[in-house]
């Protein structure tokens, strides 16, 4: 099983800043096999990116997805007061086995 | 729209059953995988089981092979999560979503809430 570690566990930054989070995956990800989601609370999560670096329908710009291999990061160019919320990654290049991150809490410093 | 939603959530008593249910709309139903994700309360997010478009292939996380089913009905648009033997590990909010070709997850329900204690 492939483990996804993501850090930090929370990030506090103010509105307009820059958000980095990262996604170390415990063996290679095949084909960059790696999604994002956000989540706020009480609500589903949404799917943000895909395939490491595509956007999903209707996501804005500021958001990007880069990495391969072991190593993947999300990145939110300027905080948006709605981005504040939880993130999680996704690998799915060992399918059928299939593996989250324990997810990085964006927080309003 | 695409709109997924749970039912069938409750409190129930280590050993016993429950069956949850996805009613989908706002899409071809029987063109996509189906898949079932749960999430403890204040944890992440654990993936649970996903069927072929057909049903006919299936797969399950370890933590639940043997003692959760899976299974679809395409001429009701629905999904189902048959559970036995429940743990007081597996409470945590089921969501059902839709899985895209990998799979990853594009669409997702509200959840419904499976509460597992004596």
């Known amino acids: 099983e492939i483990v996804l570690t993501q850090s930090p566990g929370t990030l506090s930054l103010s509105p307009g800043e820059r958000a980095t989070l990262s996604c170390r995956a415990s063996?290679?990800?095949?084909?960059?096999?790696l999604a994002w989601y956000q989540q706020k609370p009480g609500q589903a999560p949404r799917l943000l990116i895909y395939?490491?670096?595509s956007r999903a329908t209707g996501i804005p710009d500021r958001f990007s997805g880069s990495g391969s291999g072991t190593d993947f990061t999300l990145t939110i160019s300027r905080l948006e007061p709605e981005d504040f919320a939880v993130y999680y990654c996704?690998?799915?290049?060992?399918?059928?086995?299939?593996?989250f991150g324990g997810g990085t809490k964006v927080e309003i410093k | 729209q695409v709109q997924l939603v749970e039912s069938g959530g409750g409190l129930v008593k280590p050993g016993g059953s429950l069956r949850l249910s996805c009613a989908a709309s706002?899409?071809?139903?029987?063109?996509?995988?189906m898949s079932w994700i749960r999430q403890a309360p204040g944890k992440g997010l654990e993936w649970v089981s996903y069927?072929?478009?057909?049903?006919?292939?299936?797969y399950y996380a370890d933590s639940v092979k043997g003692r959760f089913t899976i299974s679809r009905d395409n001429a009701k648009n629905s999904l189902y999560l048959q559970m036995n033997s429940l743990r007081a590990e597996d409470t945590a909010v089921y969501y059902c979503?839709?899985?895209?070709?990998?799979?990853?997850?594009?669409?997702w329900g509200q959840g419904t809430l499976v509460t597992v204690s004596s």
């Open positions: 979503a839709r899985a895209v070709p990998g799979p990853f997850f594009d669409y």
């Open positions: 706002g899409f071809t139903f029987s063109d996509y995988y």
């Open positions: 069927i072929s478009s057909s049903g006919s292939t299936i």
């Open positions: 063996q290679s990800v095949s084909s960059s096999y």
């Open positions: 395939g490491a670096s």
């Open positions: 996704q690998q799915y290049g060992s399918s059928p086995q299939l593996t």
